[in-house]
């Protein structure tokens, strides 16, 4: 695996990933499909994957834990393993995360209602240098989240690695197919099958950009269909206090995808990253708030074209694109303003995305909400449209 090359600005503090572009040819990538261990832990419904929390102890395959830390494998019941926070009733972690597809593009979907209530938010490449956004929420349950648009191949990841439900408005041929094929293809929610009050259009936005779900709905619905109990969600590591020994600073990180700019930068005061899209603050239209993260993580990851068309018109033909999270990566993340270098490790498929430092031990989260901004290996980006700064 290819390293970072990092340039220092004679004008800025900071670094840039630059690199010349590597053509990419459209092939056909087959999904790795890992070997899992089966595991000895006693289940409640091994069908289903679903444990009860409170037998599991730690395992091998997790570094030691520091003192104070948070997961990754013992959660108390009332703390979301997805933020290490605390919630009000804890009997809303009795149901599985919703990974839900949210639109960026074009300009009219902004601001999104909903989108700042997530716990998770993975931010990647479509198609035409656009992106687009899988928001996982858990401890939330906005009713209006949209406009809900179609699923990509990194869903199909995604969703078996939360163990989640999958809200979203269709998908290509081979998407969909890829879709039913999987492992979850009971916990689909195609909004194109549903009607209210699951999903409905708002008028007086223009189609196909009015599409809206409600959350609460979807997990009544999928309750009822025996998906009412707490999931095993291990592998998320979370330390209040300052980790030791960052990479330098991370007040600011300015992330050029092809057709989006985004910048976060961090607020001292509040403790938190603000986000500002394509030069203007990013807000959530629901809460009339502003969109933050305690968390910002760059995750590289390979950018690869497939076989499965997204899009043809006026004999212009898109593909779709697979994005390989696993097994591992180079990864940053920015918390309290600090920059801390390492990787993204995911050994099988069930497992959640995990942070380590170039050591092998936890890369540590600040409790709170995390976004993870996808972007392709330094290699395959193009150094005119596409960059990662760090300030």
């Known amino acids: 695996m290819r390293f970072l090359v990092l340039f220092i600005s004679l004008t800025v503090i900071g670094f840039v990933v630059q690199t010349t ?22 289940t409640l419904d091994p069908a289903l994957g679903i444990i009860d929390p409170s037998v599991f102890t ?18 108390d019941a009332g703390v979301n393993p997805l933020t290490g926070l605390s919630v009000a009733d804890p009997t809303v972690l009795n149901r599985r ?16 209602a909903g989108l700042g209530l997530a716990d998770l938010v993975y931010e990647h490449y479509t198609e035409g240098g656009l992106t687009r956004f899988s928001a996982i929420y858990y401890s939330q349950a906005p009713e ?14 995604l969703t078996e690695m939360y163990k989640g439900l999958l ?48 959350l609460t709905a979807i997990w009544d619905l999928a309750s009822t269909q025996g998906y009412g109990v707490r999931p095993l969600l291990r592998g998320m590591a979370f330390l209040p206090t300052i980790p030791p020994n960052p ?11 092809r057709a989006t700019r ?7 005061i509040s403790g938190r990253y603000g986000r500002v899209a394509d030069g203007k603050p990013h807000f959530d239209v629901l809460t009339d708030q502003a969109i933050t993260a305690s968390n910002v993580v760059i995750v590289y990851a390979g950018h690869y074209l497939t076989d499965i068309i997204e899009s043809e018109w006026q004999g212009s033909v898109t593909y ?72």
């Open 262 to 268: 985004v910048i976060w930068t961090y607020d001292p």
């Open 144 to 157: 209006r989240v949209g406009s809900i648009r179609s699923a990509r191949l990194i869903d199909y990841e």
């Open 58 to 75: 730690p395992t091998t395959d997790f570094p030691t834990v520091v003192d104070g830390a948070i997961g990754p494998v013992i959660f």
């Open 320 to 391: 779709s694109t697979q994005i390989t999270i696993w097994p591992q990566g180079r990864a940053i993340l920015l918390r309290d303003g600090q920059r801390y270098e390492g990787t993204w490790v995911r050994a099988t498929r069930p497992d959640l995305l995990g942070l380590r430092t170039d050591d092998g031990e936890f890369l540590y989260l600040k409790p709170g909400n995390t976004w993870f901004q996808v972007v392709p290996l330094p290699e395959q980006m193009n150094p005119v449209e596409e960059w990662v700064v760090i300030e």
């Open 97 to 112: 995360p919703l990974i839900v597809k949210i639109s960026n593009a074009p300009p009219l979907v902004r601001p999104q």
């Open 21 to 42: 572009p590597t053509p990419t040819p459209v092939v056909v990538i087959p999904q790795i499909q890992a070997t899992v261990t089966p595991n000895p832990i006693p």
């Open 167 to 214: 809200a979203f408005s269709g998908a290509s041929g081979g998407v969909e197919q890829r879709l039913n094929d999987s492992e979850f293809r009971d916990r689909l929610y195609k909004g194109v099958a549903y009607g209210l009050p699951y999903y409905w259009r708002d008028e007086s936005i223009e189609v196909p950009h009015n599409l809206f779900t409600n």
């Open 247 to 257: 990479s330098g600073s991370g007040v600011r990180a300015d992330v050029r995808y």
